[in-house]
């Protein structure tokens, strides 16, 4: 059964630094690699997509990488500012025929003080 | 515009009295699913549906059912709702296996 963990559980930082969050998993078989932001009693917002075919991904001040073979993934947030405050949380979709069975890790809350 | 529909947002009721949450999406997904968020234990998978008449059962399914009768809809049902089964509750759609999850804005149930 896959497993995914995220590291830190929580991180407080100061506005303007670079951080990295880290999400391990046990099972390499997988379709692709997605992270989330959740704000406190909201939805979860899709950030970015990691196929498994992929190494990184980018969207602005965020980059996403993957390495099956370690079982890692890691988001850095480049420049962080406190609109970045939010629980990040990474999923794992599995390969074959049950790629329905997504897995969360239990997240990582961010807080970024001015 | 694209999106992932629950209702309701908020629901108060009593033990035992039988519940739907509903959930609609607009962008002809083949792949639905709903989860439950709980403190300490994160987001846990109840049941999927990979197609029409096609459902699965996730981490959790004990005391829900689903139902996938139209490829647009993915209903959540609580036949006999217990206290253990207050929770935030989402649901989540796809294309397909290498495509992302798209989420709904949650539905909090509380069971008294």
């Known amino acids: 059964k896959q497993e995914v963990t995220q590291i830190p559980a929580a991180l407080s930082v100061p506005e303007g630094e670079n951080l990295v969050l880290n999400c391990s998993f046990t099972?390499?078989?997988?379709?692709?690699l997605q992270w989330f932001r959740q704000d406190p009693g909201k939805g979860l917002t899709s950030l970015l997509l990691i196929q498994s075919s992929q190494r990184e991904q980018t969207s602005g001040r965020l980059n996403a990488s993957l390495d099956k073979s370690s079982g890692r993934s890691t988001l850095y947030i480049a420049a962080s500012q406190p609109g970045d405050s939010a629980t990040y949380l990474c999923?794992?979709?599995?390969?074959?025929?049950?790629?329905?069975?997504?897995?969360f890790g239990q997240g990582t809350i961010l807080t970024v003080h001015p | 515009e694209a999106q992932v529909t629950q209702n309701p947002r908020y629901l108060i009721t009593v033990t035992g009295k039988k519940l739907t949450v509903t959930c609609s999406q607009n962008m002809n997904h083949e792949y639905m699913s709903w989860y439950r968020q709980d403190p300490g234990l994160g987001l846990r998978q109840i049941y999927y549906s990979m197609n029409v008449e096609v459902t699965d059962k996730g981490d959790v399914p004990e005391g829900y059912k689903v139902s996938r009768k139209e490829k647009r809809n993915f209903p959540l049902i609580l036949e006999s709702p217990s206290p253990n089964q207050t929770s935030l509750y989402f649901c989540?759609?796809?294309?397909?296996?290498?495509?992302?999850?798209?989420f709904g804005d949650g539905t909090r149930l509380s069971i008294l």
């Open positions: 099972d390499s078989a997988i379709y692709n």
């Open positions: 999923v794992l979709v599995p390969g074959g025929t049950s790629y329905g069975k997504l897995t």
């Open positions: 989540a759609s796809s294309k397909g296996g290498n495509q992302p999850q798209h």
